[in-house]
């Protein structure tokens, strides 16, 4: 018998202690870290299981409408803020708050105040509430590194500038996963324990996918390297087989499958949206901060997506996310054009 994996297959890693192991590689850190990570855990729970709850609260009252006990029934996309909002504030580390359902960015009193600020999207894939496919949320964490008043100047910082990122996945099981900066490790709740439990150690991308997943019906706007990529992946004419096809239509659902699997998710630009749809600061950076920490790219049509600066919270850029090689077959393709330019 092999001990030793036999001890590894034992070893039940909840993501508390995972994350107190890697602070304890800091030893100047004093665990605001962990505490920070243990209120975001707290807030993907209360969103998983509001979640799993939507269609039965139908029942009794449409979201946004009244229930039968005369109560407001909240979206789950407001609701899911204000959870979000609430376990971050409450966490006493937190300095600024960017979300994707507030207009401005969120400054936190001077006496809850600490030092991170946290970028999110409560709930990603919205559209897909109703009909009960995969959802989530997605976070990215900076740090303000010097004791100076907070300003906006401190998340308008480029990905490559961030400290940890993830995401939270509430499909058929409830999947966390998070980059503290050193790999990516994913953990699946155990709803009977309550505890995200690690599952996926140290995933790395395939270096190459049979999977493309784009919302092809905005092909007659996308320009010529989108198009002769997406061509290429039907019809290779390379020798190489053709790629499939997967859209889920929630941005947290397809780059969890492409991590996994392999290939290529994009949001290009297109002549009604030059700058594409997906915003850089809470879905574009933590997304691209996994995929590079799992070995794959992330590119935005001109550059590294995280080498981008943002000049405002809401900002959006194109986006191509995946296994290496298929990110630079979308970059040659985008270097060949400018060369025709
Ligand atoms: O419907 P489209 O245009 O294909 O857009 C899908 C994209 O929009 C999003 O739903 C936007 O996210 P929100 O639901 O948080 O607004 C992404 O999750 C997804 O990748
Ligand atoms: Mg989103
Ligand atoms: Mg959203």
Same mark, same amino acid.
């Given at each position: +018998?092999d001990?030793?994996a036999?001890?590894?297959?034992?070893d039940l890693?909840t993501?508390?202690?995972f994350?107190? &192991?890697?602070?304890?590689k800091y030893p100047e850190?004093?665990?605001?870290?962990?505490?920070?990570? &243990?209120? @975001?855990?707290?807030?993907c729970?209360?969103v998983?299981?509001?979640v799993?709850k939507?269609?039965l609260?139908?029942?009794?009252g449409l979201a946004?409408?009244?229930?039968?006990?005369g109560?407001?029934?909240? /979206?789950l996309?407001?609701l899911?803020?204000e959870?979000?909002?609430?376990?971050?504030?409450?966490s006493?580390r937190?300095?600024?708050?960017?979300?994707e359902e507030?207009?401005?960015a969120m400054?936190?009193?001077?006496? #809850?105040?600490g030092?991170?600020?946290?970028?999110?999207?409560?709930l990603?894939?919205?559209?897909?509430i109703?009909?009960?496919?995969?959802?989530g949320?997605?976070?990215?964490?900076?740090?303000?590194k010097? %004791?100076?008043?907070?300003?906006l100047d401190?998340?308008l910082?480029?990905g490559k500038?961030?400290?940890?990122a993830?995401?939270c +996945? !509430?499909?058929?099981?409830?999947?966390?996963v998070l980059?503290?900066?050193?790999?990516?490790?994913g953990?699946?709740l155990d709803?009977s324990?309550?505890?995200?439990i690690?599952?996926?150690?140290d @995933?790395?991308?395939p /270096? #190459?996918? $049979?999977i !493309?997943?784009v919302?092809e019906?905005?092909a $007659? %706007?996308?320009d010529?390297?989108?198009?002769?990529f *997406?061509e290429k992946? /039907?019809?290779?004419n390379?020798g190489s087989s053709s790629?499939?096809?997967r859209y *889920?239509?929630?941005?947290?659902a397809?780059v969890?499958?492409t991590l996994l699997?392999g290939?290529i998710f994009?949001y290009?630009?297109?002549k009604?949206?030059? %700058?594409g749809k997906?915003?850089?600061l809470?879905e574009i950076?933590p +997304?691209?901060?996994l995929?590079?920490q799992?070995g794959?790219?992330?590119?935005?049509? $001109?550059?590294?997506?995280?080498?981008l600066v943002?000049t405002k919270i809401?900002e959006r850029?194109?986006i191509f996310?995946?296994? !290496?090689d298929?990110v630079?077959?979308i970059?040659?393709? !985008?270097?060949a054009?400018?060369? $025709?330019?």
């Open positions: +018998m001990h030793a036999d001890a590894h297959r034992t890693m993501i508390t202690r994350v107190l &192991n890697e602070q304890s850190s004093r665990g605001d870290f962990t505490i920070l990570l &243990n209120h @975001i855990v707290l807030g729970k209360f998983c299981s509001s799993n939507a269609g609260a139908k029942l009794i946004g409408e009244t229930n039968v006990q109560e407001e029934q909240k /979206k996309d407001v899911s803020n959870v979000f909002i609430k376990a971050l504030v409450s006493g937190t300095c600024i708050l960017v979300s507030d207009e401005e400054f936190v009193e001077r006496s #809850k105040r030092r991170y600020c946290v970028v999110f999207d409560p990603d894939g919205s559209s897909n109703d009909c009960g496919v995969s959802i949320t997605i976070f990215g964490i900076y740090m303000v010097d %004791n100076h008043e907070p300003t401190d998340v910082q480029p500038n961030l400290l940890a993830g995401y +996945m !509430y499909g058929s099981s409830c999947t966390l980059s503290t900066g050193g790999g990516v490790n953990f699946t709803p324990l309550g505890e995200f690690l599952t996926h150690p @995933i790395k991308i /270096k #190459k996918g $049979k !493309y997943s919302n019906g905005n $007659k %706007n996308w010529g390297p989108t198009a002769k *997406v992946c /039907k019809f290779p390379d790629k499939s096809l *889920v239509g929630s941005m947290v397809d969890h499958r699997y290939g994009l290009p630009a297109d009604k949206s030059p %700058n997906l915003r850089v809470y950076f +997304m691209s901060f995929m590079e799992a794959g790219q992330a590119f935005t049509g $001109k550059q590294r997506a995280l080498d943002p809401h850029s194109p996310l995946g296994s !290496y298929d630079e077959e970059k040659a393709l !985008y270097a054009e400018g060369k $025709k330019e």
